[in-house]
């Protein structure tokens, strides 16, 4: 239903979209005591992708210690601190059958190296991981993971919104820069909003409102589908289901069991590149059911007695390069996009937000080239080479100073 806001309302930030992107960065903004409005196409926040209620985030380790491991490591801290309340289970774990007396000597080097302390992830053994996880296979155990809601973020984080900075039910159309303000129009071209800046954080129709001012940002969809299955309580497998949520091919929730009734499992998730469908698929209940027997040691032939109940389908928006696309979109003053999260929407969010802030408050004050280095003041736990890894300008021919016309998609290596 679209509210009584008076149309042309001016604000300091205009945020289109309100998934956690949006959301996240509106609320930002405004505890830093900057105006912000937030337009959205739907009824209210956290509707599409982010209507997603159990979305893991953990530190990552790798075989090298690589920019990934790094922000996924800041961001993971971040998230925690910020996010508890939305915590829907915490901790979780990572079997890895494979590992004898050597490999976990060898990966409890990784994890020195990666400096990682015993109070965000430590190697377990399969009698400690039975006794936390029900699942008696060795591997790690992450202290500082959890599964969250995302539509709890959300509305957390707007919550301190005005109501008449908050539109509902405006899908935006086009975006116009005129006397130094960007204008947003609706469908039925009507100018609903304006300001000096505005962000664009809704998803994959980022790419289409870029196009408006001729720039062609490689926005990718990857569909996704988290099945939910029953077990009956007489299952053989019911020995065997996990009492914390579970990470490596794919993710699991601890399974649930409501009074003495049957069991339900919600295992995720399929990465389907280049597909928008939102229906159900029967081959992704069959493939996440597959990951979760994996998850917990069992054999696939075990998959009759999991039978689908729901599934939760999105379409993430991702870059060639995995990483989000995060800042300002360069010949182009006061433009901003944080769209490309793929799999790990909270944790981009987390720092996505202050990353975000520190370029507007500088934009705000005046400074007319951003540049990543002016960041490493602005916010100390941000650095310069985080904020120029996710620069979207990455895929614009020319980089920074390019002008529109010029803006050609050019992929780094992967
Ligand atoms: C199956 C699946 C499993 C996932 N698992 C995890 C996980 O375990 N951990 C994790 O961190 N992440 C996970 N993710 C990813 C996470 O859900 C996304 O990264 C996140 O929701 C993206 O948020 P967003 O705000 O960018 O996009 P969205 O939530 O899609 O928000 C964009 C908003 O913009 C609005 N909009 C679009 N166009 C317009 C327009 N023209 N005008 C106005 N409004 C507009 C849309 O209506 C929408 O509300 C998963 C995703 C899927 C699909």
Not at 86 to 107: G, T
Not at 186 to 210: F, H, M, R, T
Request: glycine residues 8%; hydrophobic residues 40%; contains cysteine.
């Amino acid at each position: 239903m679209k509210n009584k806001n008076t149309f042309n309302a001016y604000h300091q930030v205009i945020v289109v979209g309100a998934g956690i992107a949006g959301c996240t960065i509106a609320g930002e903004l405004n505890r830093a005591g900057i105006s912000v409005g937030i337009v959205e196409r739907l009824s209210g926040p956290a509707k599409e992708t982010s209507a997603h209620e159990t979305a893991l985030a953990h530190p990552q380790i790798g075989k090298k210690i690589s920019k990934l491991q790094r922000f996924t490591q800041l961001a993971n801290l971040l998230s925690t601190e910020k996010w508890q309340s939305a915590q829907m289970f915490r901790h979780a774990f990572e079997p890895i059958p494979s590992l004898d007396n050597i490999k976990m000597y060898q990966l409890k080097e990784l994890i020195n190296e990666m400096k990682y302390d015993e109070q965000t992830l430590k190697v377990i053994t399969e009698k400690e991981a039975k006794l936390k996880t029900n699942i008696g296979l060795p591997g790690v155990w992450y202290e500082k993971a959890a599964i969250y809601s995302l539509p709890q973020i959300c509305r957390q984080e707007i919550a301190l919104l005005k109501k008449e900075a908050q539109y509902w039910g405006f899908k935006i159309s086009k975006i116009e820069y005129m006397d130094n303000r960007w204008l947003v129009y609706s469908e039925d071209d009507k100018l609903i909003c304006s300001a000096p800046v505005i962000i664009l954080a809704n998803g994959l129709g980022v790419q289409k409102l870029l196009k408006n001012v001729g720039i062609d940002l490689p926005v990718r969809p990857v569909r996704g589908q988290l099945s939910k299955f029953m077990i009956r309580n007489d299952s053989v497998l019911v020995p065997y289901l996990p009492k914390t949520a579970l990470r490596g091919d794919g993710y699991c929730l601890p399974a649930v069991q409501e009074g003495n009734k049957d069991w339900t499992w919600e295992i995720g998730s399929s990465y389907d590149e280049d597909s928008t469908d939102q229906s159900p698929w029967s081959q992704s209940d069959i493939s996440n059911a597959i990951k979760g027997l994996s998850l917990i040691g069992c054999d696939h032939s075990h998959i009759k007695e999991m039978h689908p109940i729901s599934a939760f389908v999105g379409v993430r928006s991702a870059s060639k390069d995995r990483l989000p696309m995060i800042g300002p979109i360069a010949a182009q003053p006061g433009l901003f996009v944080a769209c490309c999260y793929g799999s790990r929407g909270v944790l981009w969010s987390a720092l996505a937000a202050p990353l975000i802030r520190a370029y507007v408050e500088s934009f705000l004050a005046g400074a007319v080239r951003l540049r990543a280095g002016f960041l490493t003041g602005a916010c100390p736990t941000l650095s310069a080479e985080i904020a120029s890894s996710v620069n979207p300008t990455r895929f614009l021919a020319g980089a920074l100073g390019a002008r529109a016309s010029n803006s050609k998609p050019i992929f780094p290596e992967s």
